[in-house]
């Protein structure tokens, strides 16, 4: 029997109805046609499905949709605004982080779930914030740079606010 | 060398903005109205005969719109060698046999994937099982179990290579040393699952998406599995998540798509979820490699007695490209003065092998490298010494296979050497540390037409226009690597236009030109780019033509595209914009528009590859005397590409390999059991994640490859074969275990540890 739930994704408000054991992944992906956040293994494992709800990272795969509920979902689509495309995004660009973009939704997102806590992570910081989501094209060097690079793009964007 | 102002520099890649907010779309991401969605039942024994197949309760599912199997489709067999037809050795579904767990045996398309995972449960398939074997040891017994009929031992190829006095080489030389290497399977895993969608309107025409390699050899296999021409099936490839060689041939499901969208008037989508991709995506050849080697008193390589039996599974697939490679990998770095190589291709109950990047070099490599690093410390010489003595040079000629252009091996060695201190780190050693060396060489693109396509090797068309762009158009494949990239570098580079006036088009076989045979084999940068040379050069050739006559220049000036200008070289002073000289063109010729077509073809290029590329690694690692478990500290490379197109794309390919050949060499593995993957997540398949990954540093050594467009080869794929026999060397040198068959687990060394 399906459920009836509020998602508020990327600032937008959604009424959903929704049987029990749609996962977010699927709910995003399908009813919502935010197609940025992959699928990768269903199992949680790879971490390519990674999204915040209320601005921490999860496994939208292993998200039930109705657990979150009126809760803040944000996806990579909620990065960029309009033309001006996130520090994160800036910085895998340029950082060339970004090969077959697979697992870059989810790359992203992980990054801001680390630089919403640390805004001035070490390497081994980076690395351990993103041991959860896998790339097979980068061996992670520059992801890792990107993500370091971006941390000191926000914080001077910070500095520049204050 | 030559002057470039957009090849060699880091534009910003085609579509990674794109990528980088989300926007860019994977097959699995495209939505059509009213469609389908398609599961596949497969088999649940490695081997077994098929008596029966009841669809009935299926087809009554509410919700359930086709039901297919062997039945109910065109009995054509398929495979990429076209060119020798008995080697095309599967049906899309099983016929009377299933020959490995996963075979596929039925399909099912539903108003939705849950209802097709249900009806996949209600088919009933009574089957007798069969004697399987799971090895090659087994396979090529006496009494073996067949699992094709026409191979009676279970060998489908054959492939022999031999120049030189093998048996008297052998005979004379001061050392010979014999050793036999097994290394196992690896799954290529790319983060997209394998998936397809098909469309089809009511002329009767197919549309297939597909997360393919090679659009043009799925086009090609799908029609004559459904019984239609070439050009009413259309393939894109839309943004592709990886696919590391595992993408290159007509899959099950993208058929299976294809002839349900016909049979219900509806699109269909196939995805395979990661475990049936596991369980069914190809992935690397596991061999047995027979290895006998003989030097002068000296040090000088005198003969190589080669061996090699591939473990197929249960199809061919690529498997016999992977058989004829890994014999001319066994001869790519050194000079052997005589040479025999037998490779066989043997039929298992498992899932099929095919091309996992390297193709049968990180196999023969480590067998070539590892055997390199044992002969040098018994005969006392350097290893480093040892390769340099022996390693191949510019110039050199591979009897009755190829000559080698540009190389940078020796240079590689030297620098590999002085970055890593190897020499000076052997002297004193460390006790738990180990450092050890591999090299690679690689091909470019192979020049053995097994396709039997009758068009060139790749071709690209280009399109100007009177606003000073360009467009252009190519089957060539971006699956990561950057050639959406690459190819319009290379354009710019030759019509002296910017990154951000030409457009590109790729991977669609209704739109782009027909020949290409996809990405694979590290073939793209060098024919994808020199048809484009080839094109852009025959539209210098109409624009210079017209920018002559509107002077009215003396024919013996000679004009220049630079800049986004055309100016003679004598009078820089007379000048036409691109867009104008374009204009001028069109006008001359009443209106037409500016359309050609560039190719590429290896002819005279002997049978292994227009250019070889080069390299050397050296491995540093730490051992846990308790636990055997290697640390790998760092890795340094020296590589020779040629020409950097886009030189962090060199480095991310580099940086990649690394990653994947570190878990070839420590972690990763399937677990079998009668035929049976058992580890089918990434749990519990251990790819290398962030924390995993050592140190790295690297350099090129810049050669210019005069076959290559603009001087470039190949770069990323070679270097998947170094980095097993390094870490085994720097494990040797640490434990006193010399690893002889992969992967080098903590067990292994725990077991075979001498040194602690």
């Given at each position: 029997?399906?459920?009836?739930?509020?998602?508020?994704?990327?600032?937008?408000?959604?009424?959903l109805a929704?049987?029990?054991?749609?996962?977010?992944?699927?709910?995003l992906?399908?009813?919502?046609?935010?197609?940025?956040?992959k699928?990768?293994?269903g199992d949680g494992?790879?971490?390519?499905?990674t999204?915040?709800?209320?601005?921490?990272?999860?496994?939208?795969?292993?998200?039930?949709?109705?657990?979150v509920?009126?809760?803040?979902?944000t996806?990579?689509?909620?990065?960029?605004?309009?033309?001006?495309l996130?520090?994160?995004?800036?910085a895998?660009?340029e950082?060339?982080?970004i090969?077959?973009?697979?697992?870059?939704?989810?790359?992203?997102?992980?990054a801001?779930?680390?630089?919403?806590?640390?805004?001035?992570p070490?390497?081994?910081?980076?690395?351990?914030?993103i041991?959860?989501?896998?790339?097979?094209c980068?061996?992670?060097?520059?992801?890792?740079?990107?993500?370091?690079?971006?941390?000191?793009?926000?914080n001077?964007?910070?500095?520049?606010?204050n | 060398m030559?002057?470039?102002?957009?090849?060699?520099?880091?534009?910003?890649?085609?579509?990674?903005?794109?990528?980088?907010?989300?926007?860019a779309?994977?097959?699995?991401?495209?939505?059509?109205?009213?469609?389908l969605?398609?599961?596949?039942l497969?088999?649940?024994?490695?081997?077994?005969r098929?008596?029966?197949?009841?669809?009935?309760?299926?087809?009554a599912?509410?919700?359930?719109?086709?039901?297919?199997?062997s039945?109910?489709?065109?009995?054509?067999?398929?495979?990429?060698?076209?060119?020798f037809p008995?080697?095309?050795?599967?049906?899309v579904?099983?016929?009377?046999k299933?020959?490995?767990?996963?075979?596929?045996?039925?399909?099912?398309?539903?108003?939705?994937?849950d209802?097709?995972?249900?009806?996949?449960?209600?088919?009933?398939?009574?089957y007798?099982?069969?004697?399987?074997?799971?090895?090659?040891?087994?396979?090529?017994?006496?009494?073996?179990?067949?699992?094709?009929?026409?191979?009676?031992?279970n060998?489908?190829?054959?492939?022999?290579?031999?120049?030189?006095?093998?048996?008297?080489a052998?005979?004379e030389?001061?050392?010979v040393?014999?050793d036999v290497?097994?290394?196992?399977?690896?799954y290529?895993?790319?983060?997209?699952p394998?998936?397809?969608?098909a469309?089809?309107?009511?002329?009767?025409?197919?549309?297939?998406?597909?997360?393919?390699?090679?659009p043009?050899?799925v086009?090609?296999?799908?029609?004559?599995?459904?019984?239609?021409?070439?050009?009413?099936?259309?393939?894109?490839?839309?943004?592709?998540?990886?696919?590391?060689?595992a993408?290159?041939?007509?899959?099950?499901?993208?058929?299976?798509?294809a002839?349900?969208?016909?049979?219900?008037?509806?699109?269909?989508?196939?995805?395979?979820?990661?475990?049936e991709?596991?369980?069914?995506?190809?992935?690397?050849?596991p061999?047995?490699l027979?290895?006998?080697?003989?030097?002068?008193k000296?040090?000088?390589?005198?003969?190589?007695?080669?061996q090699?039996?591939?473990?197929?599974?249960a199809y061919?697939?690529?498997?016999?490209t992977a058989?004829f490679?890994?014999?001319n990998?066994?001869?790519?770095?050194?000079?052997?003065?005589?040479?025999?190589?037998?490779?066989?291709?043997?039929?298992t109950?498992?899932?099929p092998a095919?091309?996992?990047?390297?193709?049968?070099?990180?196999?023969?490599?480590?067998?070539?490298e590892s055997?390199?690093?044992?002969a040098?410390?018994?005969?006392?010489i350097?290893p480093?010494?040892?390769?340099?003595k022996?390693?191949?040079?510019?110039?050199?000629?591979i009897?009755?296979?190829s000559?080698?252009?540009?190389?940078?091996?020796?240079?590689?060695?030297?620098?590999v050497a002085?970055m890593s201190?190897?020499?000076?780190k052997?002297?004193?050693?460390?006790?738990?540390?180990?450092?050890?060396?591999?090299?690679?060489?690689f091909?470019?693109g192979?020049?053995?037409?097994?396709?039997?396509?009758?068009?060139?090797?790749?071709?690209?068309e280009?399109?100007?226009?009177?606003?000073?762009?360009?467009?252009?158009?190519?089957?060539a494949?971006?699956?990561?690597?950057?050639?959406?990239?690459?190819i319009p570098?290379i354009?710019?580079?030759?019509?002296?236009l910017?990154?951000e006036?030409i457009?590109?088009?790729?991977?669609?076989t209704?739109?782009?030109?027909q020949?290409?045979?996809?990405?694979?084999?590290?073939?793209?940068?060098?024919m994808a780019?020199?048809?484009?040379?080839?094109?852009?050069?025959?539209?210098?050739?109409?624009?210079f033509?017209?920018?002559?006559?509107?002077?009215?220049?003396?024919?013996?000036?000679?004009?220049?595209?630079?800049g986004?200008?055309?100016y003679?070289?004598g009078?820089?002073?007379?000048?036409?914009?691109?867009?104008?000289?374009?204009?001028?063109?069109?006008?001359f010729?009443?209106?037409e528009?500016?359309?050609?077509?560039?190719?590429?073809?290896?002819?005279g290029?002997?049978?292994?590859?227009?250019?070889f590329?080069f390299?050397?690694?050296?491995?540093?690692?730490?051992?846990?005397k308790?636990?055997?478990?290697?640390?790998l500290k760092?890795m340094?490379?020296?590589?020779?590409?040629?020409?950097l197109?886009?030189?962090?794309?060199?480095?991310g390919?580099?940086?990649?390999?690394?990653?994947m050949?570190?878990?070839?060499a420590?972690s990763?593995q399937?677990v079998?059991?009668?035929?049976k993957?058992?580890?089918?997540?990434?749990?519990?398949?251990k790819?290398?994640?962030?924390?995993?990954?050592?140190?790295?540093e690297?350099?090129?050594?810049?050669?210019?490859?005069?076959?290559g467009?603009?001087g470039?080869?190949?770069a990323?794929?070679?270097?998947?074969?170094?980095?097993?026999?390094a870490?085994a060397?720097?494990v040797?040198?640490?434990?006193?275990?010399?690893?002889?068959?992969?992967?080098i687990?903590?067990?292994?060394?725990?077991?075979?540890?001498?040194?602690f």
């Amino acid at each position: 029997m399906k459920q009836v739930i509020t998602l508020k994704v990327n600032g937008d408000s959604y009424s959903l109805a929704v049987e029990p054991s749609r996962s977010l992944n699927e709910v995003l992906r399908e009813d919502l046609n935010l197609t940025g956040t992959k699928l990768g293994c269903g199992d949680g494992d790879c971490g390519a499905c990674t999204v915040l709800v209320n601005g921490r990272s999860v496994s939208s795969c292993l998200t039930l949709a109705v657990s979150v509920d009126g809760k803040d979902i944000t996806t990579v689509e909620g990065l960029a605004s309009g033309e001006d495309l996130h520090p994160i995004q800036e910085a895998f660009i340029e950082h060339g982080a970004i090969q077959c973009g697979f697992c870059s939704a989810g790359m992203e997102m992980s990054a801001l779930n680390l630089l919403n806590q640390n805004p001035e992570p070490t390497d081994e910081e980076i690395r351990q914030a993103i041991s959860g989501n896998l790339c097979r094209c980068t061996g992670y060097y520059k992801i890792v740079d990107a993500i370091g690079a971006a941390a000191k793009k926000m914080n001077t964007k910070k500095t520049k606010k204050n | 060398m030559q002057e470039f102002s957009v090849v060699g520099t880091n534009v910003t890649r085609t579509h990674v903005r794109d990528k980088a907010v989300g926007v860019a779309q994977y097959t699995d991401d495209i939505k059509l109205p009213g469609m389908l969605h398609g599961r596949t039942l497969r088999s649940p024994y490695p081997h077994a005969r098929i008596l029966s197949i009841d669809t009935s309760k299926a087809k009554a599912l509410k919700g359930v719109k086709c039901v297919i199997t062997s039945e109910d489709i065109p009995k054509v067999k398929f495979g990429n060698w076209r060119l020798f037809p008995e080697t095309q050795d599967e049906y899309v579904l099983a016929v009377d046999k299933v020959r490995f767990i996963g075979d596929e045996v039925a399909a099912v398309a539903a108003i939705d994937r849950d209802i097709a995972q249900e009806a996949l449960s209600l088919i009933k398939v009574e089957y007798e099982q069969l004697p399987a074997s799971f090895n090659i040891e087994t396979s090529i017994a006496e009494g073996a179990p067949i699992i094709h009929d026409p191979y009676p031992n279970n060998i489908s190829i054959h492939r022999r290579v031999k120049h030189g006095d093998l048996e008297k080489a052998l005979a004379e030389s001061y050392y010979v040393r014999e050793d036999v290497f097994t290394v196992h399977s690896i799954y290529p895993a790319y983060m997209e699952p394998c998936s397809a969608v098909a469309n089809v309107d009511y002329d009767g025409r197919i549309t297939l998406w597909t997360s393919t390699q090679t659009p043009y050899i799925v086009q090609c296999l799908l029609a004559s599995t459904l019984g239609m021409r070439e050009n009413d099936v259309r393939v894109i490839k839309p943004h592709l998540g990886g696919g590391f060689g595992a993408k290159m041939e007509l899959r099950k499901w993208d058929f299976c798509a294809a002839f349900m969208a016909k049979k219900t008037g509806k699109p269909v989508k196939f995805t395979l979820d990661r475990v049936e991709d596991f369980e069914v995506g190809r992935r690397r050849h596991p061999m047995k490699l027979y290895s006998k080697i003989g030097f002068t008193k000296n040090g000088m390589l005198t003969a190589k007695d080669l061996q090699i039996y591939l473990d197929g599974g249960a199809y061919n697939a690529m498997g016999p490209t992977a058989t004829f490679l890994c014999g001319n990998y066994g001869l790519m770095l050194y000079r052997y003065p005589a040479y025999r190589f037998h490779g066989q291709h043997v039929y298992t109950n498992k899932p099929p092998a095919s091309a996992i990047r390297g193709f049968g070099s990180p196999q023969s490599t480590f067998c070539t490298e590892s055997q390199m690093n044992i002969a040098a410390e018994e005969m006392g010489i350097d290893p480093i010494d040892l390769r340099l003595k022996n390693a191949v040079r510019e110039g050199d000629v591979i009897p009755e296979l190829s000559k080698i252009g540009s190389c940078g091996f020796a240079e590689c060695l030297e620098k590999v050497a002085k970055m890593s201190n190897f020499r000076e780190k052997r002297k004193h050693p460390v006790k738990g540390r180990g450092v050890g060396i591999g090299c690679y060489s690689f091909i470019s693109g192979g020049v053995f037409n097994w396709f039997d396509t009758q068009y060139p090797f790749t071709a690209t068309e280009v399109r100007v226009f009177a606003d000073g762009t360009a467009h252009v158009l190519s089957m060539a494949s971006d699956i990561g690597q950057g050639s959406d990239t690459v190819i319009p570098q290379i354009l710019a580079e030759e019509l002296g236009l910017r990154m951000e006036d030409i457009r590109v088009t790729t991977a669609d076989t209704a739109m782009t030109p027909q020949a290409d045979l996809g990405s694979w084999g590290s073939r793209v940068t060098l024919m994808a780019g020199n048809a484009t040379i080839d094109a852009a050069r025959k539209i210098k050739e109409i624009l210079f033509g017209a920018v002559m006559a509107h002077f009215n220049f003396n024919v013996i000036h000679d004009l220049e595209c630079k800049g986004g200008r055309i100016y003679s070289k004598g009078r820089p002073d007379k000048v036409l914009t691109f867009g104008e000289a374009v204009a001028v063109a069109q006008k001359f010729n009443r209106g037409e528009p500016i359309v050609v077509r560039g190719s590429y073809t290896p002819r005279g290029k002997g049978l292994v590859t227009p250019a070889f590329s080069f390299g050397a690694q050296v491995a540093e690692v730490e051992v846990d005397k308790k636990t055997g478990i290697v640390d790998l500290k760092k890795m340094y490379t020296a590589h020779d590409c040629g020409t950097l197109i886009h030189p962090q794309s060199v480095e991310g390919q580099l940086d990649g390999s690394i990653q994947m050949s570190v878990g070839y060499a420590l972690s990763e593995q399937f677990v079998e059991k009668d035929g049976k993957t058992l580890n089918t997540t990434f749990l519990d398949y251990k790819m290398p994640g962030a924390l995993d990954m050592c140190e790295s540093e690297h350099t090129c050594v810049i050669t210019y490859e005069k076959e290559g467009p603009m001087g470039a080869k190949e770069a990323g794929e070679g270097l998947t074969s170094p980095t097993a026999p390094a870490i085994a060397d720097a494990v040797y040198d640490a434990t006193g275990y010399r690893c002889k068959d992969l992967p080098i687990t903590p067990e292994k060394v725990l077991k075979n540890k001498k040194k602690f």
